[in-house]
């Protein structure tokens, strides 16, 4: 079962346009990250979402935790070919330890054609 | 201050083999985990280590297995390696081992089976 779904899983789209993605899931997360990957590479962190509701910007990226902390959204404004990648969410989800585990979205390949 | 270093960059071993990773994370982090990255099954937790001693375990065979040191510098070992076992191993520093702390990837090890 995977805990966290992003949708969609591929995008193609035009320099200039913009695009939202989506990771979903059914649990409540204390907190959300959001991570960008290029082929060969380690995910790189885009930004952390903590509070119910909250909304980030990053120059052309907008994340927007849910409410009930149990989604979150990533918006690019105006795309260019420097945006393609791997985007991934990911969150700590509480074992029934008591310990964390660190667990991954599905993920969205973008490619943002010039 | 340094990134979270992994060696080797690359790697190519025959099947039955067994292969060792490392991952050196940023200075003071104490929090060392491990993932699996493959395109048809995206990032797959494998374990995380805190403090020397393995906190969280994903679903892999026993064939997968790791450790840290005082220094949580973290080796992650498989034996009998496998063709399925080609892949993109990612390690991520974090500060500590609970929620909303933010992971700090390597560059990965890009592991091939032949």
């Known amino acids: 079962t995977q805990l966290l779904e992003q949708s969609p899983q591929f995008l193609s789209i035009q320099e200039g346009e913009n695009l939202t993605v989506y990771c979903n899931s059914s649990s409540v997360f204390s907190s959300l990250q959001w991570y960008r990957q290029e082929p060969g590479e380690g995910p790189v962190l885009l930004v952390t979402?903590?509070?119910?509701?909250e909304v980030k910007k990053l120059k052309r990226l907008t994340f927007q935790f849910g409410d009930a902390r149990k989604d979150s959204s990533l918006h690019i404004t105006a795309a260019q070919p420097g945006d393609t990648g791997l985007y991934l969410c990911a969150g700590d989800r509480r074992s029934p330890s008591g310990t964390y585990k660190y667990i991954f979205g599905t993920g969205t390949r973008l490619k943002v054609l010039a | 201050k340094a990134g979270v270093t992994q060696t080797p960059r690359y790697l190519i071993k025959t099947r039955g083999q067994q292969v060792t990773l490392s991952c050196s994370p940023i200075?003071?982090?104490?929090?060392v985990s491990w993932y699996q990255q493959t395109p048809g099954q995206g990032l797959q937790f494998l374990f995380e280590?805190?403090?020397?001693?393995?906190?969280n375990k994903g679903n892999f065979p026993g064939r997968f297995s790791g450790r840290q040191f005082s220094n949580s510098r973290s080796e992650m070992n498989v034996s009998t390696l496998e063709l399925g076992d080609s892949a993109l191993y990612l390690c991520a520093s974090k500060a500590g081992s609970f929620s909303n702390t933010e992971a700090f990837f390597g560059q990965g090890t890009r592991l091939t089976v032949v």
């Open positions: 200075s003071g982090h104490r929090s």
């Open positions: 280590y805190f403090s020397e001693t393995q906190r």
């Open positions: 979402v903590v509070t119910g509701g």
